[in-house]
């Protein structure tokens, strides 16, 4: 089955902006692996220096933004040098209505925020019984 086949999640083209949103600081693009399973979508956004207090996310009109910022963590000294760049996280998605918006989930474990996209129960595959006559 090739990528085109399926649109249930699919990165948002570029649009207008009607309003001006305005950040200090870079912006950064996370990389992001979707998975599907049969029951399930799961989205891993590679976000180095968020946490779970730093992280936004919305689902609005069938749009999945994701938002962060990294924090440098001051306990491990300061910095002198470095060749990563920080500041936030922007990314959005178009969501199919196949996603069962009101059990999305979503956890932060070491800089990877992994998204759970439940599919909706009319979605899954099944398994259609045959009875004897």
Same mark, same amino acid.
């Given at each position: 089955m090739?990528?085109?086949?399926?649109?249930?999640?699919?990165?948002?083209e570029k649009a207008e !902006?009607?309003?001006? $949103?305005?950040?200090?600081? @870079?912006?950064?693009? %996370?990389?992001?692996?979707? !998975?599907?399973?049969? $029951?399930?979508?799961?989205? @891993?956004?590679?976000? %180095?220096?968020?946490?779970?207090?730093?992280?936004d996310i919305s689902l609005d009109k069938g749009v999945l933004t994701l938002d962060a910022r990294a924090v440098e963590d001051e306990s491990q000294g300061t910095t002198r040098y470095a060749e990563y760049r920080s500041g936030g996280y922007h990314r959005e998605f178009r969501i199919s209505k196949d996603i069962d918006a009101s059990a999305v989930s979503a956890r932060m474990k070491n800089g990877v925020l992994e998204l759970h996209l439940p599919?909706?129960?009319?979605s899954r595959p099944r398994r259609i019984a045959v009875e004897a006559a």
């Open positions: 090739s990528t085109n086949d399926h649109r249930e999640i699919e990165p948002r !902006l009607l309003t001006e $949103d305005t950040r200090p600081g @870079l912006v950064f693009r %996370p990389d992001v692996d979707i !998975l599907e399973q049969p $029951d399930a979508y799961i989205i @891993l956004a590679d976000m %180095p220096g968020a946490s779970e207090d730093t992280v599919k909706s129960a009319e």
